[in-house]
């Protein structure tokens, strides 16, 4: 199997995460078996695997919500999966976690939700509080949005208001867990645009999808997860041009199972 040409020889000032040989079984069932890949500062990595495969776990593992039965996490010199919960909460105002359905709080309107993270951890005022709520709001194309509840909102805006909320600290990595699952086209294209706004101010990112189209469009490189592990990684020039049966598999969008 294939691996990126140049990954062993990237400098370790252009690396901003290394997943290094992570293992974890559930139940005595194996679901990552020695998961190694490199994430470059700036760059977004497009993450396919059959369902089940792991995919989830390995971003849940990457800000500290799962422990690896074996391997590291090095982001800035630290060992992710040997941090404290305090510790942890440092982490995930660095690298932020989309969840599919926006994870929105129900009862707060869309102002406090994405208000929640400056009031944590920050010393903003109110004032420079709305006015940054605002300021994303622009960039999801939401503005006007600020009074309203998660549930007066479509799916499309309750992912792109979750994906506000998760990056209004501004983190350097961003891991989005199938962020276009069950969107219609138009929506999926201006979730797309909100994340290609981001990549031009040089964020780095893991994109989790099955939305092939989409995993090309916005990302730089593909890793393919695969018998817990990954099996392929490459740009997304030659994922597109690969006649490794095991990519076209993937890309034809044939069932992959495990
Ligand atoms: N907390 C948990 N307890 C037990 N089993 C789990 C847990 N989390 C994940 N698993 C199992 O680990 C495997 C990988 O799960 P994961 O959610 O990472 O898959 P995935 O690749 O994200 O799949 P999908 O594409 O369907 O989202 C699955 O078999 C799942 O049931
Ligand atoms: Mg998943």
Do not use: C, W
Not at 206 to 224: K, L, M, N, Q, S
């Amino acid at each position: 199997m294939t691996t990126t040409r140049d990954d062993n020889q990237m400098p370790s000032s252009e690396i901003a995460l290394e997943v290094r040989d992570l293992h974890k079984s559930f139940d005595g069932k194996k679901v990552h078996q020695g998961v190694s890949f490199r994430l470059r500062k700036g760059e977004i990595l497009g993450l396919f695997g059959g369902s089940g495969s792991g995919k989830s776990v390995i971003l849940r593992s990457i800000i500290g919500l799962e422990k690896p039965d074996r391997g590291q996490i090095l982001f800035e010199s630290q060992d992710l999966t040997r941090l404290k919960e305090r510790e942890l909460m440092k982490v995930r105002t660095k690298i932020a976690y989309v969840f599919q359905n926006g994870a929105l709080f129900d009862s707060f309107t869309v102002e406090d939700n994405l208000a929640y993270p400056l009031r944590e951890h920050t010393q903003l005022t109110e004032k420079q509080i709305h006015d940054r709520v605002n300021e994303m709001l622009e960039l999801i194309d939401m503005k006007g949005a600020n009074l309203l509840l998660p549930a007066e909102l479509s799916g499309g805006m309750q992912k792109r208001a979750g994906l506000a909320r998760a990056i209004i600290l501004e983190p350097q990595v961003i891991l989005f867990d199938e962020p276009t699952a069950g969107l219609d086209p138009v929506n999926t294209k201006r979730l797309l645009e909100n994340i290609s706004k981001l990549k031009k101010k040089g964020i780095t990112g893991i994109f989790v999808t099955h939305d092939i189209p989409a995993a090309f469009e916005i990302a730089d490189r593909i890793a393919i997860l695969y018998n817990g592990k990954i099996a392929i990684m490459d740009t997304v020039e030659s994922i597109r041009n690969s006649t490794d049966p095991l990519v076209q598999m993937f890309v034809s969008g044939g069932h992959i199972t495990e």
